[in-house]
Protein backbone atom coordinates (compact mmCIF):
# COMPACT_ATOMS: atom_id res chain seq x y z
CA UNK A 1 0.00 0.00 0.00
CA UNK A 2 3.08 2.20 1.28
CA UNK A 3 4.79 1.66 -2.58
CA UNK A 4 1.75 2.05 -4.56
CA UNK A 5 0.29 5.05 -2.40
CA UNK A 6 -3.30 3.52 -2.20
CA UNK A 7 -3.39 4.10 1.57
CA UNK A 8 -6.11 6.58 1.12
CA UNK A 9 -7.77 5.42 -1.86
CA UNK A 10 -8.74 1.87 0.61
CA UNK A 11 -9.16 4.37 3.38
CA UNK A 12 -11.51 6.09 1.68
CA UNK A 13 -13.38 2.73 0.62
CA UNK A 14 -12.86 1.44 4.89
CA UNK A 15 -14.97 4.85 5.70
CA UNK A 16 -17.25 4.39 3.28
CA UNK A 17 -18.16 1.01 3.75
CA UNK A 18 -18.23 1.76 7.64
CA UNK A 19 -20.77 4.68 7.25
CA UNK A 20 -22.55 2.51 5.11
CA UNK A 21 -23.00 -0.41 7.86
CA UNK A 22 -23.84 2.90 10.24
CA UNK A 23 -26.69 3.93 8.44
CA UNK A 24 -27.94 0.89 8.36
CA UNK A 25 -27.56 0.17 11.73
CA UNK A 26 -29.77 3.50 12.39
CA UNK A 27 -32.40 3.15 9.92
CA UNK A 28 -32.92 -0.13 11.32
CA UNK A 29 -32.96 1.05 15.29
CA UNK A 30 -35.08 3.87 13.97
CA UNK A 31 -38.19 1.53 12.42
CA UNK A 32 -37.80 -0.35 15.36
CA UNK A 33 -38.24 2.43 17.50
CA UNK A 34 -41.15 3.60 15.20
CA UNK A 35 -42.82 0.52 15.83
CA UNK A 36 -42.36 0.68 19.72
CA UNK A 37 -43.81 3.95 19.89
CA UNK A 38 -46.93 3.44 17.27
CA UNK A 39 -47.87 0.50 19.62
CA UNK A 40 -47.10 2.39 23.31
CA UNK A 41 -49.15 5.05 21.44
CA UNK A 42 -52.18 3.16 20.64
CA UNK A 43 -51.87 1.71 24.25
CA UNK A 44 -51.91 4.96 25.44
CA UNK A 45 -55.02 5.90 23.25
CA UNK A 46 -56.40 2.51 24.88
CA UNK A 47 -56.05 3.28 28.28
CA UNK A 48 -57.13 7.22 27.88
CA UNK A 49 -60.48 5.91 25.92
CA UNK A 50 -61.26 3.30 28.40
CA UNK A 51 -60.95 6.00 31.43
CA UNK A 52 -62.40 8.61 29.69
CA UNK A 53 -65.82 6.17 29.04
CA UNK A 54 -65.81 5.37 32.70
CA UNK A 55 -66.01 8.71 33.68
CA UNK A 56 -68.54 10.16 31.58
CA UNK A 57 -70.72 6.34 32.91
CA UNK A 58 -69.86 7.15 36.60
CA UNK A 59 -71.11 11.01 36.08
CA UNK A 60 -74.38 9.35 34.64
CA UNK A 61 -74.38 6.94 37.66
CA UNK A 62 -74.31 4.27 35.03
CA UNK A 63 -71.62 2.58 37.14
CA UNK A 64 -71.08 2.67 40.24
CA UNK A 65 -67.39 3.50 42.28
CA UNK A 66 -66.86 -0.14 42.48
CA UNK A 67 -67.05 -1.48 39.27
CA UNK A 68 -65.12 1.85 38.14
CA UNK A 69 -62.44 0.78 40.09
CA UNK A 70 -61.83 -2.89 38.88
CA UNK A 71 -62.15 -2.22 35.62
CA UNK A 72 -59.11 0.29 35.79
CA UNK A 73 -57.52 -2.39 38.00
CA UNK A 74 -58.24 -4.54 35.33
CA UNK A 75 -57.46 -1.98 32.36
CA UNK A 76 -53.79 -1.97 33.80
CA UNK A 77 -53.22 -5.54 34.41
CA UNK A 78 -54.24 -5.87 30.90
CA UNK A 79 -51.47 -3.34 29.54
CA UNK A 80 -48.77 -5.53 31.80
CA UNK A 81 -50.21 -8.78 29.78
CA UNK A 82 -50.03 -6.69 26.45
CA UNK A 83 -46.42 -6.35 27.49
CA UNK A 84 -45.46 -9.47 28.30
CA UNK A 85 -47.33 -11.12 25.45
CA UNK A 86 -45.29 -8.82 22.83
CA UNK A 87 -41.94 -9.43 24.95
CA UNK A 88 -42.72 -13.05 24.14
CA UNK A 89 -43.31 -13.06 20.92
CA UNK A 90 -40.06 -11.28 20.38
CA UNK A 91 -38.29 -14.21 22.02
CA UNK A 92 -40.16 -16.43 19.93
CA UNK A 93 -39.07 -14.95 16.67
CA UNK A 94 -35.42 -15.05 18.30
CA UNK A 95 -35.41 -18.60 19.16
CA UNK A 96 -37.04 -19.47 15.33
CA UNK A 97 -34.30 -17.62 13.75
CA UNK A 98 -31.87 -19.83 15.78
CA UNK A 99 -33.58 -22.91 15.20
CA UNK A 100 -33.14 -22.22 12.05
CA UNK A 101 -29.60 -22.71 11.79
CA UNK A 102 -30.06 -26.15 13.92
CA UNK A 103 -31.88 -27.11 11.19
CA UNK A 104 -29.62 -26.51 8.54
CA UNK A 105 -26.90 -28.35 10.64
CA UNK A 106 -29.06 -31.24 10.88
CA UNK A 107 -29.89 -30.88 7.07
CA UNK A 108 -26.00 -31.50 6.35
CA UNK A 109 -25.35 -35.20 5.39
CA UNK A 110 -24.24 -37.78 7.82
CA UNK A 111 -20.57 -38.35 7.65
CA UNK A 112 -19.96 -42.33 8.67
CA UNK A 113 -16.62 -42.10 11.42
CA UNK A 114 -16.75 -45.86 11.63
CA UNK A 115 -12.75 -46.61 11.72
CA UNK A 116 -11.80 -49.07 8.44
CA UNK A 117 -8.32 -50.71 8.46
CA UNK A 118 -6.77 -49.79 5.68
CA UNK A 119 -2.95 -51.13 4.74
CA UNK A 120 -0.65 -47.36 5.54
CA UNK A 121 2.12 -49.10 4.89
CA UNK A 122 1.28 -50.58 1.08
CA UNK A 123 -1.65 -47.93 -0.04
CA UNK A 124 -2.52 -47.97 -3.72
CA UNK A 125 -4.50 -45.07 -4.41
CA UNK A 126 -6.98 -44.80 -7.27
CA UNK A 127 -8.87 -42.22 -9.11
CA UNK A 128 -11.63 -43.47 -11.22
CA UNK A 129 -13.40 -41.77 -13.39
CA UNK A 130 -13.87 -38.33 -11.37
CA UNK A 131 -15.35 -35.41 -12.44
CA UNK A 132 -15.53 -32.07 -10.32
CA UNK A 133 -16.60 -28.45 -10.42
CA UNK A 134 -16.42 -26.03 -7.69
CA UNK A 135 -19.40 -25.10 -5.30
CA UNK A 136 -21.46 -22.70 -7.22
CA UNK A 137 -20.07 -22.78 -10.00
CA UNK A 138 -20.85 -24.96 -13.64
CA UNK A 139 -17.27 -25.27 -14.78
CA UNK A 140 -16.01 -28.69 -14.70
CA UNK A 141 -12.45 -28.46 -13.35
CA UNK A 142 -12.21 -32.67 -13.71
CA UNK A 143 -13.71 -34.00 -16.46
CA UNK A 144 -13.15 -38.10 -15.78
CA UNK A 145 -9.79 -38.42 -14.70
CA UNK A 146 -8.22 -41.65 -13.84
CA UNK A 147 -4.91 -42.47 -12.43
CA UNK A 148 -3.62 -44.49 -9.44
CA UNK A 149 -0.46 -44.26 -7.37
CA UNK A 150 1.51 -46.66 -5.33
CA UNK A 151 3.50 -47.05 -2.54
CA UNK A 152 6.78 -46.09 -2.72
CA UNK A 153 6.53 -44.35 -5.83
CA UNK A 154 7.14 -41.15 -7.20
CA UNK A 155 4.70 -39.41 -9.57
CA UNK A 156 4.60 -36.17 -11.01
CA UNK A 157 1.67 -33.91 -11.93
CA UNK A 158 2.17 -31.71 -14.60
CA UNK A 159 0.30 -29.22 -16.85
CA UNK A 160 -0.98 -25.83 -17.06
CA UNK A 161 -2.69 -23.49 -14.78
CA UNK A 162 -6.12 -24.80 -14.31
CA UNK A 163 -5.51 -27.44 -15.99
CA UNK A 164 -6.77 -29.23 -12.03
CA UNK A 165 -3.40 -30.20 -10.32
CA UNK A 166 -4.08 -28.85 -7.11
CA UNK A 167 -7.46 -29.71 -7.23
CA UNK A 168 -6.47 -33.40 -7.10
CA UNK A 169 -4.80 -33.14 -4.06
CA UNK A 170 -7.52 -30.83 -2.43
CA UNK A 171 -9.98 -34.18 -3.46
CA UNK A 172 -7.29 -36.67 -2.36
CA UNK A 173 -7.30 -34.48 0.89
CA UNK A 174 -11.26 -35.09 1.76
CA UNK A 175 -11.44 -31.09 1.50
CA UNK A 176 -13.72 -31.32 -1.39
CA UNK A 177 -16.32 -34.18 -2.68
CA UNK A 178 -15.95 -35.44 -6.27
CA UNK A 179 -18.88 -34.42 -8.52
CA UNK A 180 -19.04 -37.65 -9.70
CA UNK A 181 -17.33 -41.29 -9.66
CA UNK A 182 -14.78 -42.48 -7.04
CA UNK A 183 -11.26 -42.36 -5.22
CA UNK A 184 -10.31 -45.30 -3.35
CA UNK A 185 -7.37 -46.33 -1.17
CA UNK A 186 -6.79 -49.91 -1.40
CA UNK A 187 -9.95 -50.74 -2.75
CA UNK A 188 -11.71 -48.93 -0.19
CA UNK A 189 -13.93 -45.65 -0.87
CA UNK A 190 -11.89 -42.69 0.70
CA UNK A 191 -15.31 -41.07 2.00
CA UNK A 192 -15.75 -44.12 3.98
CA UNK A 193 -11.90 -43.74 5.56
CA UNK A 194 -11.76 -41.46 8.68
CA UNK A 195 -9.19 -38.41 8.07
CA UNK A 196 -7.37 -39.73 11.19
CA UNK A 197 -6.49 -42.74 9.10
CA UNK A 198 -5.53 -40.60 6.35
CA UNK A 199 -3.05 -38.99 7.87
CA UNK A 200 -1.30 -42.11 8.28
CA UNK A 201 -1.49 -42.26 4.56
CA UNK A 202 -0.20 -38.75 3.50
CA UNK A 203 0.95 -35.61 4.82
CA UNK A 204 0.78 -31.91 2.28
CA UNK A 205 2.87 -29.25 1.62
CA UNK A 206 0.31 -26.61 -0.35
CA UNK A 207 1.24 -24.18 -2.67
CA UNK A 208 -0.65 -21.67 0.24
CA UNK A 209 1.55 -23.57 3.24
CA UNK A 210 0.68 -21.67 6.64
CA UNK A 211 3.21 -19.72 8.55
CA UNK A 212 2.06 -20.21 12.38
CA UNK A 213 3.47 -17.38 14.84
CA UNK A 214 4.21 -19.81 17.49
CA UNK A 215 7.36 -21.10 18.23
CA UNK A 216 9.66 -22.70 15.41
CA UNK A 217 9.21 -26.51 17.71
CA UNK A 218 5.44 -25.97 17.48
CA UNK A 219 5.44 -24.91 13.22
CA UNK A 220 7.50 -28.06 12.88
CA UNK A 221 5.55 -30.27 15.50
CA UNK A 222 2.12 -29.80 13.46
CA UNK A 223 3.12 -32.19 10.98
CA UNK A 224 2.74 -34.60 13.50
CA UNK A 225 1.88 -33.59 16.89
CA UNK A 226 2.55 -36.18 19.31
CA UNK A 227 6.40 -35.64 18.36
CA UNK A 228 6.11 -31.90 19.91
CA UNK A 229 8.69 -33.00 22.62
CA UNK A 230 11.18 -35.04 20.65
CA UNK A 231 14.16 -32.54 19.79
CA UNK A 232 15.47 -35.04 17.58
CA UNK A 233 13.08 -35.98 15.79
CA UNK A 234 11.98 -32.69 14.80
CA UNK A 235 15.66 -32.00 13.96
CA UNK A 236 15.57 -34.63 11.38
CA UNK A 237 12.63 -33.45 9.74
CA UNK A 238 14.12 -30.34 9.58
CA UNK A 239 17.53 -31.49 7.90
CA UNK A 240 15.35 -33.13 5.31
CA UNK A 241 13.03 -30.20 4.96
CA UNK A 242 16.67 -28.19 4.36
CA UNK A 243 15.82 -25.78 7.48
CA UNK A 244 18.92 -27.14 9.86
CA UNK A 245 20.22 -23.46 8.98
CA UNK A 246 17.35 -22.01 9.95
CA UNK A 247 17.86 -24.01 13.48
CA UNK A 248 21.46 -22.83 13.30
CA UNK A 249 20.48 -19.27 13.31
CA UNK A 250 18.64 -19.26 16.35
CA UNK A 251 21.64 -20.85 18.00
CA UNK A 252 19.23 -24.42 18.80
CA UNK A 253 16.43 -23.01 20.41
CA UNK A 254 13.36 -25.06 19.25
CA UNK A 255 11.78 -23.03 21.23
CA UNK A 256 12.15 -19.55 19.68
CA UNK A 257 9.31 -17.26 18.64
CA UNK A 258 8.58 -16.84 14.83
CA UNK A 259 6.24 -14.32 13.34
CA UNK A 260 5.59 -10.65 14.42
CA UNK A 261 3.03 -11.44 17.25
CA UNK A 262 5.37 -11.64 20.10
CA UNK A 263 7.71 -8.56 21.04
CA UNK A 264 10.87 -11.27 20.67
CA UNK A 265 9.38 -12.98 16.98
CA UNK A 266 11.90 -14.03 14.56
CA UNK A 267 10.09 -13.22 11.32
CA UNK A 268 11.44 -15.58 8.20
CA UNK A 269 11.90 -14.74 4.65
CA UNK A 270 9.19 -16.30 2.62
CA UNK A 271 11.97 -18.80 1.38
CA UNK A 272 12.55 -19.88 4.84
CA UNK A 273 9.15 -20.41 5.65
CA UNK A 274 8.45 -22.51 2.66
CA UNK A 275 11.44 -24.92 4.54
CA UNK A 276 9.46 -25.05 7.74
CA UNK A 277 6.67 -25.79 6.00
CA UNK A 278 8.00 -29.26 4.03
CA UNK A 279 10.21 -30.00 7.51
CA UNK A 280 6.94 -30.10 9.22
CA UNK A 281 5.63 -32.66 6.46
CA UNK A 282 8.86 -34.35 6.83
CA UNK A 283 8.12 -35.07 10.33
CA UNK A 284 5.03 -37.30 9.48
CA UNK A 285 6.00 -41.19 9.61
CA UNK A 286 3.05 -41.21 6.11
CA UNK A 287 3.54 -43.45 3.58
CA UNK A 288 2.95 -40.47 0.78
CA UNK A 289 4.11 -36.95 1.11
CA UNK A 290 2.35 -34.89 -1.32
CA UNK A 291 4.09 -31.58 -2.14
CA UNK A 292 2.20 -28.40 -4.25
CA UNK A 293 4.75 -26.46 -6.05
CA UNK A 294 7.28 -27.17 -3.06
CA UNK A 295 9.82 -25.08 -4.35
CA UNK A 296 8.12 -21.86 -4.96
CA UNK A 297 9.79 -19.42 -2.95
CA UNK A 298 13.42 -21.16 -3.28
CA UNK A 299 16.16 -19.62 -5.33
CA UNK A 300 17.43 -22.35 -8.53
CA UNK A 301 20.64 -23.82 -6.11
CA UNK A 302 18.40 -24.23 -3.16
CA UNK A 303 16.01 -25.86 -5.09
CA UNK A 304 18.48 -28.15 -6.64
CA UNK A 305 19.81 -28.60 -3.24
CA UNK A 306 16.05 -29.70 -1.96
CA UNK A 307 15.28 -32.09 -5.23
CA UNK A 308 18.79 -33.80 -3.88
CA UNK A 309 17.36 -33.82 -0.28
CA UNK A 310 13.66 -35.23 -1.58
CA UNK A 311 15.22 -38.28 -3.45
CA UNK A 312 17.36 -39.50 -0.57
CA UNK A 313 13.93 -38.79 1.82
CA UNK A 314 11.61 -40.33 -0.98
CA UNK A 315 13.55 -43.90 -1.27
CA UNK A 316 11.77 -44.43 1.96
CA UNK A 317 8.20 -42.71 0.80
CA UNK A 318 5.61 -42.36 -1.80
CA UNK A 319 5.76 -38.74 -3.43
CA UNK A 320 3.16 -36.89 -5.82
CA UNK A 321 4.29 -33.47 -6.82
CA UNK A 322 2.85 -30.59 -8.17
CA UNK A 323 6.00 -28.19 -10.03
CA UNK A 324 5.49 -25.68 -12.56
CA UNK A 325 9.16 -26.04 -13.56
CA UNK A 326 9.65 -29.43 -15.16
CA UNK A 327 13.09 -30.15 -14.43
CA UNK A 328 11.35 -31.87 -11.12
CA UNK A 329 9.30 -34.51 -13.18
CA UNK A 330 12.77 -36.11 -13.97
CA UNK A 331 13.00 -37.85 -10.48
CA UNK A 332 9.72 -39.09 -11.02
CA UNK A 333 8.99 -42.63 -11.83
CA UNK A 334 5.73 -41.82 -13.56
CA UNK A 335 4.14 -38.56 -14.95
CA UNK A 336 0.69 -37.63 -15.68
CA UNK A 337 0.27 -34.51 -18.25
CA UNK A 338 -3.59 -33.01 -16.91
CA UNK A 339 -5.07 -30.69 -19.70
CA UNK A 340 -8.14 -28.93 -19.89
CA UNK A 341 -9.58 -31.60 -16.96
CA UNK A 342 -8.15 -34.66 -18.39
CA UNK A 343 -4.96 -36.87 -18.14
CA UNK A 344 -3.83 -36.00 -22.07
CA UNK A 345 -0.61 -38.58 -21.25
CA UNK A 346 0.85 -41.13 -19.11
CA UNK A 347 4.75 -41.77 -18.92
CA UNK A 348 8.04 -41.51 -17.53
CA UNK A 349 9.94 -38.67 -18.34
CA UNK A 350 12.12 -40.36 -21.11
CA UNK A 351 8.87 -41.90 -22.78
CA UNK A 352 7.00 -38.69 -22.92
CA UNK A 353 9.87 -37.25 -24.32
CA UNK A 354 10.45 -39.81 -26.64
CA UNK A 355 6.64 -39.83 -27.87
CA UNK A 356 6.83 -35.84 -28.73
CA UNK A 357 3.62 -34.94 -27.07
CA UNK A 358 2.17 -31.91 -25.42
CA UNK A 359 5.10 -33.03 -22.41
CA UNK A 360 7.91 -32.71 -24.63
CA UNK A 361 7.03 -29.47 -26.24
CA UNK A 362 6.26 -28.11 -22.83
CA UNK A 363 9.49 -29.40 -21.38
CA UNK A 364 11.69 -27.81 -24.68
CA UNK A 365 9.84 -24.69 -24.00
CA UNK A 366 10.89 -24.37 -21.10
CA UNK A 367 14.90 -25.55 -21.54
CA UNK A 368 15.26 -23.26 -24.15
CA UNK A 369 14.21 -20.59 -22.00
CA UNK A 370 16.86 -21.38 -19.82
CA UNK A 371 20.10 -22.04 -22.40
CA UNK A 372 18.32 -18.55 -23.95
CA UNK A 373 19.24 -16.92 -20.94
CA UNK A 374 22.56 -18.73 -20.36
CA UNK A 375 23.51 -17.75 -23.60
CA UNK A 376 22.53 -13.94 -22.58
CA UNK A 377 24.52 -14.19 -20.00
CA UNK A 378 27.46 -15.56 -21.84
CA UNK A 379 27.57 -12.70 -24.38
CA UNK A 380 27.13 -10.52 -21.75
Same mark, same amino acid.
Given at each position: ?97 ? +? &? ?7 ? @? ?5 ? $?? =? ?15 ? @? ?18 ? +??? =? ?10 ? &? ?18 ? +???? @? ?9 ? =? ?10 ? $? ?81 ? @? =??? *???? $? ?22 ? *? ?48
Amino acid at each position: MKIFGAVRYILAKWKALNKKVLDERVKTTIRSQKYFAISTGLMILWSGLIVMILIWEISHHAVSIGVFTSVISSAGTILGLSQGLSRTFSTLSQEHMI +I &KHYEKFLSL @PEIDNTK $RE =VDVSSPHIVFENVHFAY @PNTDVEILKGVSMDFYANER +ISL =VGENGAGKSTIV &KLLCKLYQPSSGRITINGID +INDI @PVCELKKIFSV =VFQDYASYSLTL $RENIAFGDIDKIADDTALADAMGQGLAIGILENLHRNLDTNLGKIEENGVDLSGGQWQRIAISRACLSDSSFIILDEPTAALD @P =VAE *AEMY $RTFAAVLEKKGCILISHRLASAKM *ADKIYVLKDGVVAEKGSHEELLARGGLYESMFRSQSSWYQEQDGEVSEA
